[in-house]
């Protein structure tokens, strides 16, 4: 079975996604994940598009990866001049990359409408471009632009040019499914001719997700003989997204047979994943394969019981495998087991003994009453840890509420001013505390971190990452006039937990979320937990503007010095 290259466009693709954008910092470490995962080729753009890339190309170059290799992205030279004389390729040329890709047209459709040459030209600005760059010591990769859809319109032509590139030095033919919607079975059709048709060059395989088929679409290219798959983290990207790679590695490995990592390296799955996500500022798809929070979640009793008996009952694979957990959802009809596990999961001592079965009890007489309010613990796993405290007698609450009120103006202009203001007793000392945000939960958030923080310094790490309300109908009223709930998922760069609050007030039901989010990470054993002595060394920005997406803008006035005791 021939070895499988895996190469990550996360950064030069990827980023063509609606709201996609990553510093070159951010992009670095993006970088450095990639490499630890063990991907081998890492496209990271063009170098000098713009100060951003050319920054990020800057300290690239100084960069010691161990397992990957940055590929510089750029296309053939333009119809009617020379490659010598072409400006982008002599950027490709003085990349201190050791790699280039090159994307070319492969369709007739576009040779001709878009480009407007001639066949016979297309396929010199290949073939020259391809060798301009090796002739510079480069090694070329040739993405065949709209391959699957030229190959259909004119199949003799397609392989053409695949052909000017391998005879000009090119070691991989990346197969682009660019408009992505091409169907299975026709990729393994499409793979196999060429295949056959050029059989000494290794094929690569690109393909994006418009027909729902990137993932499948890459699999059957590799049945039919490609070597290289291209993919992006998450599957982000323009559109309906590219392939997503962190699938594409599971299922190549797990199902199909081919090592493309060590298993220490697949065991990085679920956190690569989730880094990018949270580098990019967005709340992780739990159902995602493989690595979502609730990809090994079981919720019928039932279940639960079958996979503590043995998991191959109800799972495709152990979840370690690829660095994710299971998750035993909570509710109504999950049965005690579930209970007894997840206690002993958060550290919290529940003896099998009498005690531990009246624990048990407690909790699911609990669950089922704020269920029946509107509450729903699935995914709000921090919520329901402290739910569990509450009732074991281990529960720390961050401090003692007097009140909290939010204002919110609106000027005739339209400006909307907001402002939060809390009261509240720690060790016995009374803090009132005012500030202002860019909406009700961010002022809120805001104002109790500055009361807190102080003893808490674990807590300016935590970003509220999302935020969701739904509306639930009761019987008291629909509309505006329902139950709400509010669902916060927070993070602080090692883990991601969910929180959730009920009520008749939105605002309300956002403070319990948001109390829960930040007393989760004080609890006793937890990374924040309290501190022997506060010190005051609190970082600076410790006012906590949570880049809460609802909220828009985080450039809120953060006064945040009303601060009195007394
Ligand atoms: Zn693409």
């Not at 956002?510 to 989760?520: G, I, R, T």
């Not at 937990?529 to 006012?543: E, I, L, M, Q, V």
Request: proline share 2%.
């Amino acid at each position: 079975m021939s070895k499988i290259e895996l190469y990550d466009a996360t950064l030069r693709d990827g980023m063509g996604g609606a709201g996609m954008s990553l510093t070159a910092q951010e992009k670095l470490r993006v970088v450095a994940k990639l490499d630890e995962l063990g991907v081998g080729y890492i496209e990271a753009g063009f170098p000098s598009s713009n100060p951003k890339e050319l920054e990020l190309f800057g300290m690239l170059a100084d960069q010691r990866l161990r397992h990957s290799q940055i590929v510089a992205f750029g296309m053939t030279r333009r119809r009617g001049t020379s490659a010598t004389k072409d400006a982008g390729l002599a950027v490709l040329a003085g990349s201190f990359a050791p790699l280039c890709t090159l994307v070319g047209k492969s369709s007739v459709l576009h040779v001709e409408k878009v480009v407007r040459a001639s066949r016979r030209e297309n396929l010199a600005m290949i073939a020259d471009s391809v060798a301009f760059l090796a002739g510079r010591g480069k090694r070329v990769f040739f993405d065949a632009e709209h391959f699957f859809d030229g190959f259909t319109l004119d199949a003799d032509y397609a392989l053409a040019t695949l052909r000017a590139a391998a005879e000009a030095g090119a070691e991989r033919l990346v197969l682009c499914d660019t408009n992505g919607g091409s169907l299975p079975g026709r990729v393994r059709e499409v793979v196999a001719a060429v295949r056959d048709a050029l059989p000494e060059v290794a094929l690569g395989i690109h393909t994006h997700n418009d027909s729902g088929c990137a993932v499948a679409n890459t699999l059957v290219a590799v049945e039919a003989g490609a070597t290289q798959v291209q993919g992006t983290i998450n599957g982000i990207g323009e559109r309906t997204g590219n392939a997503n790679l962190i699938t594409i590695i599971a299922d190549l490995q797990l199902k199909m047979g081919h090592r493309v990592l060590t298993a220490k390296q697949l065991a990085r799955l679920t956190d690569t994943a989730r880094l990018i996500d949270e580098l990019l500022n967005r709340a992780s798809d739990p159902s995602q394969p493989y690595v979502g929070r609730h990809a090994f979640a079981h919720k019928a009793g039932m279940h639960a019981s079958g996979v503590r008996a043995d998991p191959a009952t109800f799972e495709h694979i152990a979840p370690e495998v690829v660095g994710n957990g299971t998750e035993l959802l909570v509710s109504e009809l999950s049965g005690r087991a579930a209970i007894t596990e997840k206690a002993a999961a958060a550290g919290i001592a529940v003896a099998g003994d009498a005690g531990g079965e009246t624990f048990v009890k407690r909790v699911l007489a609990r669950v089922k009453e704020l269920e029946h309010e509107g509450f729903q613990f699935d995914g709000a796993d921090a919520s329901f840890e402290l739910l569990m405290r509450k009732e074991a007698g281990r529960y720390e609450p961050l401090f003692r509420l007097e009140s909290w009120r939010v204002l919110v103006e609106q000027n005739a202009e339209g400006h909307v001013d907001t402002e939060a203001t809390i009261k509240l007793w720690h060790d016995d000392q009374r803090y009132v505390l005012t500030a202002e945000g860019n909406g009700p939960v961010n002022a809120l958030d805001r104002a109790l971190r500055d009361a807190i923080t102080e003893f808490y310094p674990g807590l300016t790490d935590v970003e509220l990452i999302d935020y969701k309300v739904r509306l639930l109908e009761t019987s008291h009223g629909t509309g505006t006039g329902a139950v709400t709930r509010v669902h916060i998922d927070s993070a602080d760069g090692q883990s991601t937990w969910g929180t959730t609050g009920v009520g008749e007030n939105v605002v309300a039901a956002s403070w319990q979320a948001l109390v829960d989010a930040l007393e989760y990470k004080v609890q006793p054993g937890k990374a924040g937990a309290r501190r022997a002595k506060a010190t005051g060394s609190a970082k600076a920005g410790a006012n906590g503007a949570g880049r809460a997406k609802t909220t828009g803008s985080a450039k809120a006035k953060a006064t945040g010095s009303g601060r009195s005791r007394r």
